[in-house]
């Protein structure tokens, strides 16, 4: 009993996490039906940017979020401006928008290396092995601010999408770029923004995984496949649906080990992501995405 | 009496025929009369096994218009397999690879048949899923692979290493042949219909799912060839190098940077490929990652049609003029350069062949 | 369809290649190449002594020994180490002014490519270097599976090949001549650890049966020390059991599935085999779980600055660790004329790595100079035969055969104190501390 409530809890804050690094792929996939192979690198450069504020100038991670999210969103920008927005849109464009994003990631990693080296970094701060006890199971402390981040982010985002002009212009633009365009929207700028807010979402992500895992530049391979899997476990519907999909991958990962050797529970998000993608392509909640 | 042309089938131009034979002949005695020294005449070789690749990996990804970033998953196969039954039999290793070749492409089709349905990037998304999952179970399944110490063929009685330049010539030379078979013939024109438009197609009778699977069990063949191959080569291969994720990416970058969808830009891809990764990364290893991912922003901003496409662009410059269209070219296509128009059903991924 | 064309297309495919196959040049080719001798050849900027079939009673100028490292790439870390340890060997040797051969004194030099961590590059590089170079020798690069693919091409072209960076035994298991590694097997690791677990146990501070979790790396590495760990544990007969036996990819992110089963279990002893980043996260993870076992234990981790610097020393206290060299062996002798001159070329003190590729240097010298020639066979004759004066453990390196030319010889066991210090506490006779068991910080619940 004692384990099985220690799995609920290790999966519900994991989930957490995993539901942070997803928004931003998700969120520029539904919008500009790009696949944002970046996402990794900008993570990755989000937990060295924190990580650079921690050690040059003793910034404390969770306390550089204003920092650190502008600086991605402007990134992002400068990256749609600069790159993405010369890809054709549609599907048309998907395969060309996964080159190239891929190779951005590449020269970002390239980067990387050559400010940082390869080696591992890792942040540790006064308080990071503090944990706190619930119902005798103990709540990693990092574990738990971070998960409150994700919910706290999956709210506003929420309210932003749903409620605010800006939200309803993209995700109308979603739906239908040019009938917006006949409404006065305009599109380009809406998806310079979506993109540019997909890329905050990861930076935020980068800085929340720092306080958590050691990284060095070619970390963010992982955390974009899980991402991949989150999506389209989740469907494009909403930043709900991935939050539910992150919640359904950290369940299986973790209650996995209960029948699975530990290094199989890894191929367990993959395996799942085959499935879904062929018994119920529209994700688990549901979108259409076969021909 | 018929003449050469009228005797040739008709997919089959007596120039395509020449230069195929005289390249053959030429890369054949090409080290007999250079004398080349080891090392180049081996990295050779190595070079004609990822041209084959290449050009399999592009049956999917170029024809077919679905990028797959598992291939790995196929390579590892066809490698782990071929190895095994050579260390189990003692089978000539010709036997081995084409075996190995085989449950490759049963594999592919394993997974591929029902995923190959996805459209747009779900399908990539999908082949990740496959090629990562593949890694780890066969990371873990110690009986085949040695987990993760591997397995070692032997080097006494094995391949000879010096013959296997020209095994990877003839196994080079029918990954052309297959390719320009595919693209010249029906099969081909049924590709073509099926990317303009799969329902129409379907109204003709071209099956997209027949077609798609042949294509999925060809390339997987031939990759698991290409493994069986690697693994003759360095007489040792280990799961994470032979699943693992940059495996797979080697096989987009080679093809992409070549020119997808043709024949000239795999086979280029892979030689750029090998080159920058022996001589330039030997100068300046700190900065291949990033040559690698410029060179594929500047291709796709560019010149879409890869390399190749940018050779085909200079030598129009200068003056050379294309044959007409072929049939099996061109889809619904710009001429060379920019990116595509895309006329054809929104969820249809494109990707542009180059004319002759 | 185009049934019966499709059958003559494929007839006529087969038939040619079948033919072709036939005549395959090189089939009556029985050696591989000559090195260096062939027309041709682009020496890259380097200066070949000549080819080696013409000189064999000759010494060339100087002797070209070549190497690849990882310098980028993700084990771009310890090949730095690697490179430190190999150019103090090359340095200190041509002080005197290089190697005695025969009654020759030739200048030795170094020609160190970048692997970039990438097997098939180590491959062809070393490849490259043998055939093109034609370096006389080869010294190996880092870790298990670069040297298991590199040192193929070492076989093949009949180069002796002496290493540092591999220590899986399914390198040297394979009836190889001519490779050559002074990285004591993982297993005896495993296996050190565990005799002084032993003395623990025997002294009664540690209970009998003692129940042991064994987490492991999913790596050759992580296999070996597994392995060690199991045959102990069989032929120690009840002493032990092994109640929880995992094992995890590498650069893994959330162990906290993996802890709550290794708590579940209960376990007195936790020994798990990973590389540092792992070592950092795991045991992150583990002390804000608030776990703690009698032993613990990281296979070859325990006392490096990063971890410290991560988990703080209360974080790292009594973690047990065992390496092939510690620089507090270091008191006397050759040991300590190594530790002053690396502290004076770096400012540092070395670490196990820099001494392991230092020692795989020497012994090739050592082997040079003993042959009396640079004739690869002889080279290879006298690495086999070698008995030389070492930094490592035992104070003799020597290649058994029938270890598959891999030397064998003790670890030293380190243990962290609360303090920052990281004392050897085995073997005694080059213990500077004493080992605490069971962990003290457990006591306090």
């Known amino acids: 009993m004692d384990?099985?409530?220690?799995?609920?809890?290790?999966?519900?804050?994991?989930?957490?996490?995993?539901?942070?690094?997803?928004?931003?792929?998700?969120?520029?996939?539904?919008?500009?039906?790009?696949?944002?192979?970046?996402?990794?690198?900008?993570?990755?450069?989000?937990?060295?940017?924190?990580?650079?504020?921690?050690?040059?100038?003793?910034?404390?991670?969770?306390?550089?979020?204003?920092?650190?999210?502008?600086?991605?969103?402007?990134?992002?920008?400068?990256?749609?401006?600069?790159?993405?927005?010369?890809?054709?849109?549609?599907?048309?464009?998907?395969?060309?928008?996964?080159?190239?994003?891929?190779?951005?990631?590449?020269?970002?990693?390239?980067?990387?290396?050559?400010l940082f080296s390869g080696n591992d970094q890792a942040i540790r701060t006064s308080y990071s092995t503090r944990g706190l006890s619930l119902l005798g199971v103990i709540i990693p402390l990092n574990r738990l601010v971070v998960f409150v981040i994700g919910l706290l982010t999956l709210a506003v985002l929420h309210v932003l999408l749903t409620r605010t002009y800006f939200g309803k212009a993209i995700r109308a633009?979603?739906?239908?770029?040019?009938?917006?365009?006949?409404?006065?929207?305009?599109?380009?700028?809406?998806?310079?923004?979506?993109?540019a807010l997909g890329t905050a979402l990861a930076g935020l992500a980068g800085l929340l995984l720092s306080t958590l895992f050691a990284f060095n530049p070619s970390a963010g391979a992982v955390e974009l496949l899980k991402s991949f899997v989150i999506v389209v476990l989740g469907g494009l519907g909403s930043v709900v649906g991935i939050a539910l999909g992150a919640l359904v991958l950290a369940t299986v990962e973790v209650f996995s080990i209960l029948v699975l050797p530990s290094f199989l529970t890894s191929a367990v998000g993959f395996v799942l992501l085959v499935l879904v993608l062929v018994f119920r392509p529209g994700g688990l909640f549901g979108q259409r995405v076969l021909s | 009496m018929r003449t050469l042309r009228q005797r040739l089938p008709e997919w089959l131009t007596p120039w395509a025929l020449v230069a195929f034979l005289g390249g053959l002949g030429a890369l054949y005695v090409a080290p007999l009369v250079l004398g080349t020294g080891a090392y180049l005449h081996n990295l050779m070789g190595l070079t004609f096994m990822f041209v084959a690749g290449a050009l399999a990996w592009n049956w999917v990804g170029g024809y077919v218009g679905q990028i797959s970033f598992g291939h790995a998953a196929m390579f590892g196969v066809g490698g782990f397999v071929s190895a095994r039954i050579l260390l189990a039999t003692g089978m000539p290793f010709v036997v081995g690879w084409i075996v190995g070749g085989l449950v490759a492409g049963l594999f592919a089709l394993l997974w591929g048949h029902p995923t190959l349905r996805l459209r747009g990037p779900y399908f990539a998304i999908a082949t990740i899923g496959v090629g990562e999952a593949t890694r780890l179970i066969m990371t873990y399944w110690e009986p085949f692979t040695g987990g993760a110490s591997g397995v070692s063929l032997p080097i006494q009685g094995g391949v000879n290493k010096y013959s296997l330049y020209w095994y990877g010539l003839y196994f080079m030379a029918a990954a052309v042949a297959v390719s320009y078979y595919l693209r010249k013939s029906r099969i081909g024109l049924g590709l073509l219909a099926i990317k303009s438009d799969v329902e129409a197609a379907g109204d003709v009778g071209v099956s997209a799912t027949y077609y798609q699977d042949l294509m999925l069990f060809l390339s997987g063949t031939f990759v698991g060839i290409a493994g069986a191959f690697y693994a003759s080569y360095f007489s040792f291969i280990e799961p994470g190098d032979m699943f693992g994720f940059q495996r797979s990416i080697s096989f987009v970058l080679m093809t992409v940077i070549g020119g997808i969808g043709t024949i000239l830009g795999p086979a280029l891809g892979a030689v750029i490929f090998v080159i920058l990764q022996e001589f330039l990364i030997a100068s300046y290893p700190e900065l291949y990652l990033g040559m690698y991912g410029g060179l594929i922003i500047?291709?796709?901003?560019?010149?879409?049609?890869?390399?190749?496409?940018?050779?085909?662009?200079?030598?129009?410059?200068?003056?050379?003029?294309?044959?007409?269209?072929?049939?099996?070219?061109?889809?619904?296509?710009?001429?060379?350069?920019?990116?595509?128009?895309?006329?054809?059903?929104?969820?249809?991924?494109?990707?542009?062949?180059e004319k002759t | 369809?185009?049934?019966?064309?499709?059958?003559?297309?494929?007839?006529?495919?087969?038939?040619?290649?079948?033919?072709?196959?036939?005549?395959?040049?090189?089939?009556?080719?029985?050696?591989?190449?000559?090195?260096?001798?062939?027309?041709?050849?682009?020496?890259?900027?380097?200066?070949?002594?000549?080819?080696?079939?013409?000189?064999?009673?000759?010494?060339?100028?100087?002797?070209?020994?070549?190497?690849?490292?990882?310098?980028?790439?993700?084990?771009?870390?310890?090949?730095?180490?690697?490179k430190e340890g190999y150019e103090l060997a090359f340095e200190l040797e041509n002080e005197d002014g290089?190697?005695?051969?025969?009654?020759?004194?030739?200048?030795?030099?170094?020609?160190?490519?970048?692997?970039?961590?990438?097997?098939?590059?180590?491959?062809?590089?070393?490849?490259?270097?043998?055939?093109?170079?034609?370096?006389?020798?080869?010294?190996?690069?880092?870790?298990?599976?670069?040297?298991e693919a590199q040192s193929t091409a070492?076989?093949?072209?009949?180069?002796?090949?002496?290493?540092?960076?591999?220590?899986?035994?399914?390198?040297?298991?394979?009836?190889y001549q001519w490779v050559f590694g002074n990285l004591a097997p993982i297993e005896l690791l495993a296996e050190t650890e565990m005799t002084w677990i032993e003395e623990q146990q025997e002294a009664g501070n540690l209970p009998t049966p003692a129940k042991i979790a064994v987490v492991w790396e999913?790596?050759?590495?992580?296999?070996?020390?597994?392995?060690?760990?199991?045959?102990?544990?069989?032929?120690?007969?009840?002493?032990?059991?092994?109640?929880?036996?995992?094992?995890?990819?590498?650069?893994?992110?959330?162990?906290?599935?993996?802890?709550?089963?290794?708590?579940?279990?209960?376990?007195?002893?936790?020994?798990?085999?990973?590389?540092l980043p792992d070592y950092i996260t795991m045991q992150r993870q583990y002390t804000t779980?608030?776990?703690?076992?009698?032993?613990?234990?990281?296979?070859?981790?325990?006392?490096?600055?990063?971890?410290?610097?991560?988990?703080?020393?209360?974080?790292?206290?009594?973690?047990?660790?065992?390496?092939?060299?510690?620089?507090?062996?270091?008191?006397?002798?050759?040991?300590?004329?190594?530790?002053?001159?690396?502290?004076?070329?770096?400012?540092?003190?070395?670490?196990?790595?820099?001494?392991?590729?230092?020692?795989?240097?020497?012994?090739?010298?050592?082997?040079?100079?003993?042959?009396?020639?640079?004739?690869?066979?002889?080279?290879?004759?006298?690495?086999?035969?070698?008995?030389?004066?070492?930094?490592?453990?035992?104070?003799?390196?020597?290649?058994?055969?029938?270890?598959?030319?891999?030397?064998?010889?003790?670890?030293?066991?380190?243990?962290?104190?609360?303090?920052?210090?990281?004392?050897?506490?085995?073997?005694?006779?080059?213990a500077t501390g004493e080992g605490v068991a069971p962990n003290p910080n457990c006591a306090e619940g």
């Open chain 1, 3 to 114: 384990q099985f409530l220690s799995l609920v809890v290790s999966a519900v804050l994991l989930a957490g996490l995993y539901a942070a690094m997803a928004y931003g792929l998700g969120l520029i996939y539904g919008v500009l039906r790009i696949v944002n192979l970046a996402h990794g690198g900008v993570i990755m450069a989000g937990a060295y940017t924190t990580w650079v504020l921690f050690t040059r100038f003793g910034i404390d991670p969770y306390l550089a979020i204003p920092i650190v999210v502008p600086l991605a969103f402007l990134f992002g920008v400068a990256l749609y401006k600069g790159l993405v927005r010369f890809l054709p849109r549609g599907a048309a464009g998907g395969v060309q928008s996964l080159l190239l994003l891929f190779g951005v990631w590449l020269v970002m990693q390239n980067v990387a290396y050559l």
């Open chain 1, 173 to 195: 633009v979603a739906q239908n770029p040019d009938s917006c365009t006949l409404v006065g929207i305009d599109v380009e700028r809406i998806y310079t923004v979506t993109f």
């Open chain 2, 298 to 353: 500047l291709i796709i901003l560019f010149e879409p049609l890869g390399l190749s496409g940018l050779l085909v662009r200079i030598a129009r410059r200068a003056g050379y003029r294309p044959r007409g269209q072929v049939a099996g070219g061109g889809v619904g296509s710009a001429a060379a350069g920019g990116p595509a128009a895309t006329s054809e059903a929104e969820t249809t991924p494109h990707m542009v062949e």
């Open chain 3, 1 to 82: 369809m185009l049934t019966r064309k499709r059958q003559r297309i494929s007839g006529a495919a087969l038939l040619s290649l079948l033919l072709l196959s036939a005549c395959a040049p090189g089939q009556q080719g029985s050696e591989p190449e000559e090195p260096a001798a062939t027309a041709g050849s682009e020496a890259a900027g380097s200066e070949a002594p000549g080819s080696e079939a013409d000189v064999a009673a000759d010494l060339p100028d100087e002797i070209v020994v070549g190497a690849t490292l990882p310098l980028t790439g993700e084990e771009s870390r310890i090949g730095g180490f690697y």
């Open chain 3, 98 to 147: 290089g190697l005695e051969v025969g009654d020759q004194t030739v200048p030795i030099r170094l020609e160190l490519l970048d692997d970039t961590t990438n097997q098939a590059t180590a491959v062809s590089l070393a490849e490259r270097l043998i055939t093109q170079n034609g370096v006389n020798a080869l010294l190996g690069t880092y870790s298990t599976s670069l040297v």
């Open chain 3, 154 to 175: 070492a076989e093949q072209n009949q180069i002796p090949y002496v290493n540092g960076g591999g220590a899986a035994t399914s390198i040297y298991a394979r009836g």
């Open chain 3, 218 to 275: 999913n790596t050759s590495h992580g296999k070996d020390f597994q392995k060690g760990i199991t045959d102990f544990v069989e032929a120690s007969e009840g002493d032990y059991e092994i109640v929880v036996d995992e094992s995890f990819e590498l650069n893994g992110r959330d162990f906290s599935a993996l802890l709550s089963e290794v708590r579940a279990s209960g376990a007195d002893l936790f020994m798990v085999d990973a590389h």
């Open chain 3, 289 to 430: 779980a608030g776990m703690c076992h009698d032993v613990i234990t990281y296979g070859a981790r325990g006392p490096e600055a990063d971890a410290r610097e991560a988990l703080g020393d209360e974080g790292v206290a009594y973690i047990l660790s065992a390496v092939w060299w510690n620089a507090q062996l270091g008191a006397e002798g050759i040991n300590k004329e190594f530790v002053d001159a690396f502290t004076a070329k770096y400012d540092k003190e070395p670490e196990w790595y820099h001494a392991v590729s230092y020692e795989a240097a020497r012994a090739l010298f050592t082997a040079i100079q003993e042959a009396g020639s640079v004739e690869p066979e002889a080279v290879r004759d006298a690495l086999a035969a070698l008995e030389m004066e070492s930094l490592l453990p035992g104070g003799t390196l020597t290649f058994p055969e029938e270890a598959g030319f891999q030397a064998q010889y003790p670890f030293v066991v380190q243990q962290n104190t609360p303090e920052g210090e990281s004392p050897i506490i085995y073997p005694e006779d080059a």
